[in-house]
T-cell receptor, first 110, second 115 residues
Framework: ELKVEQNPLFLSMQEGKNYTIYCNYS?????LYWYRQDPGKSLESLFV?????AVKQEGRLMASLDTKARLSTLHITAAVHDLSATYFC??????????FGQGTRLTINP | DVKVTQSSRYLVKRTGEKVFLECVQD?????MFWYRQDPGLGLRLIYF???????EKGDIPEGYSVSREKKERFSLILESASTNQTSMYLC??????????????FGPGTRLTVL
């Protein structure tokens, strides 16, 4: 059974600092996604990672994938308040399904 | 842009009522999904459908059923609502039957309260 664990679950940080969210998963998969959710809103896709060593970057966010370690990271560089949200990783299971992590609630304080 | 819409943003029902949640996608996607989202538990898959009239159970199907009579529409049914079904319900769709680029696109969610 595929299990996906994120840590930390809550993260409060100051603007300008760097931090990393970790996503571990228990069985082999061919795809991993990162999503963002703002309060009261739905999930918005951020990144799709498909191969070992894949790295994707968008603004201050960078995601990477190590399939051998079954680990993905979402790195935040020089955080700004607008990045405050809940971030989910999701790992592919079978052809269609995704298994989601618990989510990391990120709060960035001025 | 893919658009996934859900019939209600907020819904309040009484215990024992039959509840219908509807989801429509406008991009001819093959797969559609229903999740519930609860604090600290992430998203959990209730049911999904990979074709019209085809469905598969997800991780937590008990107390729910689904219907997909048309490709663009996927309904979640609570036959007899209970208080433990109070939750946020999210619908999603994805384009392909299979393959790595099978990103899921989400609707705005329905917050259901069962009294």
């Amino acid at each position: 059974e595929l299990k996906v664990e994120q840590n930390p679950l809550f993260l409060s940080m100051q603007e300008g600092k760097n931090y990393t969210i970790y996503c571990n998963y228990s069985t082999t998969s061919d795809r991993l996604y990162w999503y963002r959710q703002d309060p009261g809103k739905s999930l918005e896709s951020l990144f799709v990672l498909l191969s070992n060593g894949a790295v994707k970057q968008e603004g201050r966010l960078m995601a990477s994938l190590d399939t051998k370690a079954r680990l993905s990271t979402l790195h935040i560089t020089a955080a700004v308040h607008d990045l405050s949200a809940t971030y989910f990783c999701a790992v592919g299971q079978g052809a269609q399904k995704l298994v989601f992590g618990q989510g990391t609630r990120l709060t960035i304080n001025p | 842009d893919v658009k996934v819409t859900q019939s209600s943003r907020y819904l309040v029902k009484r215990t024992g009522e039959k509840v219908f949640l509807e989801c429509v996608q406008d991009m001819d996607h093959e797969n559609m999904f229903w999740y519930r989202q609860d604090p600290g538990l992430g998203l959990r898959l209730i049911y999904f459908s990979y074709d019209v009239k085809m469905k598969e159970k997800g991780d937590i199907p008990e107390g729910y059923s689904v219907s997909r009579e048309k490709k663009e529409r996927f309904s979640l049914i609570l036959e007899s609502a209970s208080t433990n079904q109070t939750s946020m319900y999210l619908c999603a769709s994805s384009l392909l039957r299979e393959g790595p680029y099978n990103e899921q696109f989400f609707g705005p969610g329905t917050r259901l309260t069962v009294l």
